[in-house]
């Protein structure tokens, strides 16, 4: 099972949005609604942000939500704060009745 | 609060055997699968293993099936990965996650133990 594809590093400023995408195959992200998202400060234990592709744990932010189209999912951190910086990993079940992770992005808040 | 605690985390040369344990309290463990998921370093997260609630369903990773095998002691709140026919790639921060029910996602973590395959 290949790792599900993320870019390595995105970047913002306070205040502003970005967009963190996750492609996987029809055999994972775009198979299933089962996709979930983790912010992971190194050190620390990683944390649910998303699952089910669009829903928030009770206790994480309005500021992340969660979207899919196809076999691309996406984290959207609006209004960019500064404890936001950290590494961001997606998740999916796959067919193989299996998890597979991307390879993480590293967000940098300017 | 619901804490996971990984143990038995060490030095250990190639195809050496080690067995890492997870405590968890403050929720039912027997109500919810549990996972374990490593992270080399510098690399990105990996699934490992699964077991179900009541143990007796377990799959896992190509990269480690045959040689690890999950288990739990729902009576001990615990969880195990026994690993065996360590390998150098096996080195990494290994976390136990608790399965968010009906959720499909990993919904608490452990802080990690780190296993080092070192000759």
């Known amino acids: 099972q290949s790792a599900l594809t993320q870019p390595a590093s995105v970047s913002g400023s306070p205040g502003q949005s970005i967009t963190i995408s996750c492609s996987g195959t029809?055999?994972?992200?775009?198979?299933?609604?089962?996709v979930s998202w983790y912010q992971h400060h190194p050190g620390e234990a990683p944390k649910l942000m998303i699952y089910e592709v669009t829903n928030r744990p009770s206790g994480v932010s309005g500021r992340f939500s969660g979207s899919k189209s196809g076999n691309t999912a996406s984290l959207t951190i609006s209004g960019l704060q500064a404890e936001d910086e950290a590494d961001y990993y997606c998740?999916?079940?796959?067919?193989?009745?299996?998890?597979?992770f991307g390879g993480g992005t590293k967000l940098t808040v300017l | 609060q619901v804490q996971l605690v990984e143990s038995g985390g060490g030095v250990v040369q190639p195809g050496r055997s080690l067995r890492l344990s997870c405590g968890a309290s403050?929720?039912?463990?027997?109500?919810?699968?549990m996972y374990w998921v490593r992270q080399a370093p510098g690399k990105g997260l990996e699934w490992v293993a699964r077991v179900s609630h009541d143990g007796l369903y377990e799959n896992y990773a190509d990269s480690v099936r045959g040689r690890f095998t999950i288990s739990r002691d729902n009576s001990k709140n615990t969880l195990y990965l026994q690993m065996n026919s360590l390998r150098l790639e096996d080195t990494a921060v290994y976390y136990c996650a608790r399965d968010l029910r009906g959720g499909w996602a990993f919904d608490y973590w452990g802080q990690g133990t780190l296993v080092s395959v070192s000759s």
């Open positions: 403050g929720f039912i463990f027997s109500a919810h699968a």
């Open positions: 998740g999916s079940y796959t067919t193989s009745d299996t998890w597979v």
């Open positions: 029809s055999s994972d992200v775009g198979g299933y609604n089962h």
